[in-house]
């Protein structure tokens, strides 16, 4: 693949190929080992249309354990704000020649859009509104992995706002395409349309939902994407939704509790289960964030030098 615009486009043998070099990183990195030089010589780019803390550090850091020249662009202090527009940007960029684009964008499908119109340059989709966030989704595969020893015949439970997140969305493709019991608990002004059709299993009450699952995975609620439309009360939605102790009881008694941050705690979990080193893998999610992302552009890479050898003895590409 030239890009990493979602998991949709992935193969399992691709989704397998990244995780198992993102195992290697992982290791690496907890052994305090040097990265390498993969990125070596190439200028990576990372442009946030939205905030973050978790993805666009991690890209950095990743990024820079590889050998790469990394450029946050600020873009609160950028063209863009006084109304450039995306393709106009996409356009300087290319005058510039980055080989690695990282994008988060509150449109869906802007990340695509921008991977069309620049040349020789690989794209990689940070977020892009309610559509996907596809490295997010395989930090959560590896961390799953290693923490169950395999990523295949699992009941896994995604909980909350279902509706408005990314997150969900490439979750449930990544963990579909792996042959995984997916069950979406959520109340029912929080659960997309048609959603079933994805091959899930819909519930709109915890207690039914968590039965014997091995993996939890928790939603904030995306208050920023619900347009004016029904917002629940907190307490209220802790109450019915909010994971804590008791909830958790009717899970299996070695799941692990997972959250893609940032977390709202005593909203969506209580803040003892987030902690609880026993069963929360949370921290273990940020540390994986860096291995896959590191994975990602390492393979991104060798396609593009690949791509660009191949274009220097003219063939076509
Ligand atoms: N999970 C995630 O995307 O977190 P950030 O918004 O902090 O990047």
Redesign the pocket.
């Known amino acids: 693949q030239p890009h990493l615009l979602g998991i949709e486009p992935l193969h399992p043998v691709e989704i397998t190929t990244l995780l198992d070099l993102a195992d290697t990183y992982a290791e690496r990195n907890r052994k305090g080992l040097p990265g390498g030089d993969a990125l070596r010589g190439l200028t990576q780019v990372n442009m946030f249309f ?9 890209f950095e850091i990743a990024g820079k354990k590889l050998g790469a020249e990394v450029m946050n662009m600020g873009i609160a202090a950028s063209s863009v704000k006084k109304g450039e527009t995306l393709i106009d940007t996409a356009l300087t960029l290319n005058a510039m020649r980055p080989d690695l684009l990282v994008v ?1 964008h509150p449109m869906s499908g802007a990340v695509d859009l921008l991977a069309q119109k620049l040349q020789n340059c690989a794209v990689l989709n ?2 892009d509104g309610r559509h996907e ?1 596809p490295t ?1 989704a395989l930090l959560d595969a590896l961390t799953i992995r290693r923490a169950k020893g395999r990523l295949h015949r699992l009941s896994i439970a995604i909980c909350g706002d279902i509706a408005h997140s990314r ?1 969900a969305r490439s979750n449930i493709l990544l963990l579909h395409k792996m042959e995984n019991r997916i069950r979406l608990v959520a109340p029912p002004t929080l659960m997309p349309p048609g959603i079933d059709a994805f091959g899930c299993e819909v519930f709109h009450d915890m207690e039914e939902g968590l039965q014997g699952v091995d993996v939890v995975m928790m939603l904030r609620l995306q208050r920023e994407r619900m347009d004016g439309g029904f917002v629940p009360s907190e307490r209220e939605y802790f109450h019915r939704y909010g994971l804590d102790a008791e909830k958790l009881g009717h899970a299996a008694p070695d799941a692990i509790v997972m959250h ?3 977390m709202n705690r005593g909203v969506e979990i209580d803040g003892t289960i987030a902690d609880d080193i026993n069963r929360s893998v949370i921290q273990t999610q940020v540390e994986m ?1 860096v291995a896959v992302r590191m994975a990602a552009m390492d393979l991104l890479a060798q396609n593009l030098r690949a791509t660009r050898g191949r274009a220097a003895l003219g063939e076509e590409v």
């Open positions: 939205e905030p973050s803390t978790r993805t666009q550090s991690s988060r940070a977020g966030h997010q997150v893609p941050g940032p964030g």
